[in-house]
Each structure stands twice: as structure tokens, then as C-alpha cells.
């Protein structure tokens, strides 16, 4: 399966998906990188990797459609199947989600429906919750919603600063995203009345990673 991706910064989950993707039998490729800011780091791994880019600045566009049709026409051309939003940090149109209803991913540095929106591992902090996470789900108009494919469960630790546990949910992630895209492309995956279920054998996971069983 194709797959495009949106980033907006570091693009540690985009590599974390580019490295599976070379696996031999992975069932995804990485087709366009399309970021909205032109300093993210993500970008330079990309052109490394000899992956078509494209900046396109939500900057230059006056509405939020027009710049949600110049992201669509870049994956149209690419051929993208699927979209992998990985720290894009912009919210979508509502006829851009619809589009690419079912055929668009995100990922979201928490256990959701728990700890949507920005500044995620502070308001973890603060609620004192002892198990946070992340989450790869299905994108729907509400921001951070949607059917969810797979998520992976990480400890909060006494004294844990929004530093130590970024990076311990980030870690997690990095494992999550390429499972759960190879659920996806390889069809194990799909959406029925918004939830996920997953037909087949669920592979082997590393760690503390929770994935919906076959039913
Ligand atoms: C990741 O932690 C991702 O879960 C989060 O931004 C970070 C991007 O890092 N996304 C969101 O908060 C979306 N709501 P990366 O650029 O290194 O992949």
C-alpha cells in the first residue's frame, strides 16, 4: 500500500515508519512526505531517503480547505492509498477527512479517549495517572478521535518530568506506528461501525502493547 505521510516537526514516528517499511514483506511504502512547516527536521530524513517532499505552508493558503486541497492534490499525485499523520500538528477540514475516511492515521501521545489535544504528558503529570501511553487511530473530523488500531501502555514514574516521559511515550510509538500500519495495509485491520477489528494472527509484539484480538 502507498503511503503518504504529514509531518510538522522532528518526524521520529515518519522514520520509526520508514525503517519498517524497508523490512522485507512489510506491506506499506512511503510515497510523499509532506510537511507544513519547511525547518522540520523530518524533511532532511526524507531527502536522505530519497523521498518525494513537498512544503506546503498552511501560511499561504487563507482557508483551511485550500490548504487541506493543496496537501490532497500532492498525495493524489504521489499515488498515496493511505495518509500517516505523524506530529502533524494541524487540524483537518472536514471534507479532507472525509476523503480519506478510513484510509487516514494518526498518532497521538496518549491512552485515548483520555488526554486529547496539546501539552499531553503535563496534563498526564498533573492528573497523577500512574499508566499513560499512545495511541494509533483511525482520523474522524473531532481532533483526536476515531477508531483506534492499537495502542501501547507506558509507565508514569514517580518524579517523572514531561522530558523523561515524552521520551519513554516516544519510544513506545516508535514501536506502535509499524505495527499498527502493518495492520492496516495488510488488511488485518478494518473499520467496522467505528471500531476496529482485527482478522488473523496479531504478530508478536515487543513490550507493553495492547492490540484489539481477532474475534
Ligand atoms: C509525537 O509524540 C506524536 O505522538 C505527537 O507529536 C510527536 C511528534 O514527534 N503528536 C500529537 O501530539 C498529535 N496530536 P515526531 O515528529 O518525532 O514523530
Known sequence: MKVGILISGRGSNFEALLTATREPG???????????KADAAGLAIAKAAGIETHVI???????REAFD???D???VAAG???ICNAGFMRILSD?????WRDRQLNIHPSLLPAFKGLHVHQRTIDAGVRITGATVHFV???MDEGPIVAQAAVPVLPGDTVEALADRVLAAEHVLYPLALRLVASGAARV???????QGEVAATDGPLFVPLPL
Open 26 to 36: 512489510y506491506p506499506a511504502e512511503i510515497v510523499v512526505v509532506i510537511s507544513n
Open 57 to 63: 505552508s498552511h501560511k499561504d493558503y487563507e482557508t
Open 69 to 71: 486541497a493543496a496537501m
Open 73 to 75: 492534490e500532492k498525495l
Open 80 to 82: 498515496a492509498e493511505l
Open 95 to 99: 471534507g479532507f477527512v472525509a476523503k
Open 140 to 142: 474522524r473530523a473531532e
Open 192 to 198: 467496522s461501525g467505528e471500531k476496529v477489528i482485527i
